[in-house]
């Protein structure tokens, strides 16, 4: 009769920690059916969005990111370069969700060739071109006065062929009849970022970057800033667009829904850039 009993109590046990056992798988898988349901943009890759950055607005993609992964949580992750070399490693297979170019021409060819998502191209900011130096030989408007007749040592722009700020700075030395006759002068930079290092290092005497690296926060300051003005060269318009082989496709639209709304615009403006409302 003991034998029998303590078997009862036995079975009874195990039927308890079974059902207990059960009770907190069921607990478990709604915890994680809620979490899914209720934080759907909790859910990211390990590496975080990957956002190709053309280099004039790099460190302005560093503040955008900030801001959107504190409000979202979702990391971001970004990879800066010139506008066409970003565009070459992209149809070749580069791992990006989301171009930031320097132009439209680049997010359209893109476009138009199924490497991106169509209707997805967004202008998100319109640049300056701004002439530069950190020689102290150069104050306020002696910049462009020495540019306009070339009497100085060398003039960094970035190259024509692979980066927009470098062909606007083309554009701009042609309107004021100065392209030809400089062309012993003149240093090319693979990107903006470069360009304006020979300047800072000395091994330009001038730069003509974008208006956002002229008033950013530099170790050193330039002596003399000079805007260019927007009818010396073609408007810079910069496009956004989603990549088709984005893994992370919602994610990343909501990035460029961010990108459209007015914190991001005021982060933008307050860089040196003008948005299209």
Same mark, same amino acid.
């Given at each position: ?44 890759? #390990? ?18 990111? #900030? ?29 990006? @969700?989301?171009?930031?170019?320097? @132009? ?30 950190? @020689?102290?030989?150069?104050?306020? /408007? ?16 970035? /190259? ?14 042609? /309107? ?13 930079? %693979? ?35 000079? #805007?260019?003005?927007? /009818? ?14 984005? %893994? ?21 403006? @307050? ?7």
């Amino acid at each position: 009769m003991v034998i029998q009993n303590l078997s009862c109590i036995a079975i009874v046990k195990e039927r308890k920690q079974s059902l207990s056992a059960n009770i907190f798988q069921m607990n478990f898988l709604r915890v994680i059916f809620l979490l899914i349901i209720f934080l759907p943009f909790k859910i990211w890759p #390990d590496q975080g969005l990957m956002i190709a950055v053309a280099s004039n607005f790099s460190q302005t993609a560093e503040k955008l990111g #900030d801001k959107f992964t504190l409000e979202t949580q979702i990391p971001i992750i970004i990879s800066s370069a010139s506008t066409s070399n970003l565009y070459a490693q992209i149809i070749n297979g580069a791992p990006y @969700d989301i171009f930031l170019a320097a @132009d439209i021409e680049r997010p359209k060819k893109l476009e138009e060739n199924k490497y991106a998502v169509s209707g997805s191209r967004i202008t998100y900011a319109v640049g300056a071109l701004t002439l530069l130096s950190f @020689d102290s030989s150069f104050k306020n /408007n002696e910049c462009i006065a020495a540019i306009k007749n070339g009497s100085y040592k060398k003039l960094a722009i970035a /190259n024509p062929e692979i980066a927009p700020y470098g062909l606007a700075a083309k554009e701009f030395l042609k /309107n004021i009849g100065q392209w030809e006759s400089i062309q012993n002068q003149i240093v090319l930079g %693979e990107n903006v970022s470069q360009t304006l290092l020979f300047a800072a290092t000395r091994n330009a005497t001038f730069a003509l970057v974008s208006r956002s690296q002229a008033t950013m926060k530099l170790p050193i300051q330039p002596t003399c800033i000079w #805007d260019i003005p927007s /009818n010396m060269h073609s408007e810079i318009k910069q496009q956004a667009i989603l990549l088709s082989q984005s %893994e992370n496709s919602k994610l990343a639209q909501l990035f460029l829904n961010f990108l459209s709304g007015p914190e991001a615009n005021s982060i933008i403006q @307050d860089s040196g850039y003008s948005v299209i409302k």
